[in-house]
């Protein structure tokens, strides 16, 4: 039985109906992507091709139930849930001037990305599948130029004040010396 498309249904509920019961503004915030340029435009073809593939492809998947590999992934599956749980609240809770630089964003720049990250790596290890161990690596590689393109963004809206958190808070885990 194919029964791995179960697994998707945490991150459709946290993306569209939680965040959505916390904040409307947050939700259409949330679907926002800033102008893109040169290879930023291909990464996002790539980026939504590649996450609709990985939603999808759970149809064919089986969750396996035994060994280390199972467990490290349903271990990276909840923790990927849980702080992709935690970055929809402190994502729908900006400062006054809509940046976002407290709770888990004082601790990385993008923990959405590193969420799912940590959530589709758990789906590939749960379902031992390479090829949806390979899609998430073209997924991860997309997202860094989705987000060099948010960085401009956020430096264009938000100026010194970004640039100061960029010295501070890495672009994926932890704070900077």
Do not use: W
Not at 28 to 40: D, H, N, T, V, W
Not at 74 to 99: E, V
């Amino acid at each position: 039985m194919n029964n791995a498309f179960l697994l998707i249904a945490p991150i459709i509920l946290i993306r569209y109906l939680l965040l959505r019961s916390i904040s409307k503004e947050a939700y259409k915030r949330a679907a926002y992507f800033p102008s893109l340029r040169g290879k930023e435009q291909y990464a996002f073809y790539v980026y939504q091709s590649a996450i609709l593939f990985m939603l999808f492809y759970t149809i064919f998947l089986d969750i396996q139930s035994e060994g280390a590999i199972n467990l490290i992934g349903f271990i990276l599956y909840g923790l990927g849930s849980l702080y992709y749980i935690i970055s929809m609240y402190d994502f729908a809770s900006p400062q006054a001037d809509g940046l976002n630089n407290k709770g888990v964003y004082s601790f990385s720049r993008n923990p959405m990305y590193v969420a799912f990250f940590l959530y589709f790596l758990g789906i590939a290890l749960i379902t031992e599948s390479l090829i949806y161990f390979t899609v998430l690596i073209i997924f991860q590689i997309s997202v860094h130029y989705i987000i060099l393109s948010e960085e401009r963004a956020c430096l264009a809206q938000f100026g010194d004040e970004y640039k100061l958190y960029m010295e501070k808070v890495n672009r994926y885990l932890g704070r900077k010396a």
